[in-house]
């Protein structure tokens, strides 16, 4: 059974930093695309990072770019959302999400699965 467990969010000021960790089971992360979400309150969800299977790409959303890093650790079958430089406009609920395909280049697709969600709140 395919299962992603979220942890590491909480209520950080502005500036400062949060490490999530995406715990994994059922896969291999070495082996699927796989990376983080987010959603605020009224707005759409949006794909935050990804690494892809097929090549180990990351990549990122404008807004995180040089704040946030993506990493993998294929040992504990681990993902991880570090996150500096917070600012209040980063306040959404993170998901971790895989693309069930294997050897995939996209988080995002029909077959994504997702977990449940980790609060991450920025205070000014």
């Known amino acids: 059974e395919v299962q992603l467990a979220e942890s590491g969010g909480g209520l950080v000021q502005a500036g400062g930093s949060l490490r999530l960790s995406c715990a994994a089971s059922?896969?291999?992360?070495?082996?699927?695309?796989i990376g983080w979400f987010r959603q605020a309150p009224g707005k759409e969800r949006e794909e935050v990072s990804c690494i892809s299977a097929s090549d180990g790409r990351t990549n990122y959303a404008d807004s995180v770019k040089g704040r946030f890093t993506i990493s993998k650790d294929n040992f504990k079958n681990t993902v991880y959302l570090q996150m500096n430089s917070l600012k209040p406009e980063d306040t959404a609920v993170y998901y971790c999400a895989v693309d069930l395909r294997a050897y995939g280049r996209r988080c995002l697709t029909e077959l994504t699965f997702w977990g449940q969600g980790t609060q991450v709140t920025v205070s000014s």
């Open positions: 059922g896969f291999t992360v070495a082996d699927y695309a």
